[in-house]
């Protein structure tokens, strides 16, 4: 079993600042909300289920409605959630009844948009995945904004950072994990032990675990790659 996990329970904070009132996957930016941009970039007809992760407050939008008008499944779950986390591998979290240990697990955020020849074959098993895929861009610029991701001769990844350059291989804000239960068991460790970067739990440094244990973990390398998490980045993409 597939699942696709997209966490959305953001406020938003630098779109707000500029006086959007709205959710920031709802703005709408050439005739899409970036909610359609985002999910348009996965193949969710992999998916056997889809599990949107949002804060309570968005529900004055009527985002559930909103999310089953534009996404055509059979099984849809919205998920709300009281308060903002400590960063997205905490949003995930909170997903975890609503899957198995041994399904598999995709992540991917709601600002990026992508175009990925192999992405679809390597969730298909026709390309390999070993122990999961991280979706990356070549960046070739001294910009550390990003997560990065440091692979061997053979391509398998042996290091990732959050907001450190450690290559050209940029993180494209999709993870996927072969079995949720890895993923899970190292979210739980990193939070009883307290560990964040930057005080946040992002999910990219919490691969360097299960590659310590053995983990082989891929790249699937994106064809176009476009961040929308920001009004800047908002605009450039509606003026190209």
């Excluded at 959050?162 to 993870?175: F, P």
């Excluded at 691969?207 to 450039?236: A, C, Q, S």
Aim: hydrophobic share 40%; glycine share 6%; proline share 4%.
């Amino acid at each position: 079993m597939k699942s696709f996990v997209i966490p959305m329970a953001g406020r938003g904070s630098r779109f707000q600042a500029e006086g959007h009132r709205v959710p920031k996957f709802l703005i709408e930016v050439k005739g899409r909300t970036l909610f359609e941009h985002a999910l348009h970039s996965l193949p969710l007809h992999l998916a056997d289920r889809l599990i949107f992760v949002c804060l309570d407050e968005h529900r004055e939008h009527d985002v559930e409605t909103f999310i089953r008008s534009r996404i055509s499944h059979p099984d849809i779950r919205v998920l709300f959630l009281e308060a903002l986390t400590r960063g997205q591998a905490e949003t995930v979290l909170r997903a975890e009844p609503h899957l198995s240990a041994d399904s598999e697990l995709l992540v991917y955020n709601i600002d990026t948009r992508f175009a990925s020849a192999t992405l679809a074959d390597r969730l298909r098993g026709a390309l390999p995945k070993h122990d999961g895929i991280i979706g990356a861009f070549t960046d070739t610029s001294p910009d550390d904004k990003w997560s990065f991701a440091r692979v061997d001769d053979a391509g398998l990844v042996i290091r990732t950072t959050e907001k450190e350059k450690i290559s050209d291989h940029a993180l494209t804000g999709l993870y996927h994990f072969s079995r949720a239960g890895a993923f899970f068991e190292v979210a739980r460790q990193w939070i009883a032990a307290g560990r964040t970067v930057r005080n946040e739990l992002y999910i990219a440094p919490m691969y360097n675990d299960l590659i310590e244990r053995g983990g082989r973990f891929v790249l699937d390398t994106v064809n176009e790659f476009i961040p929308l998490g920001t009004p800047d980045e908002v605009r450039r993409f509606e003026h190209a």
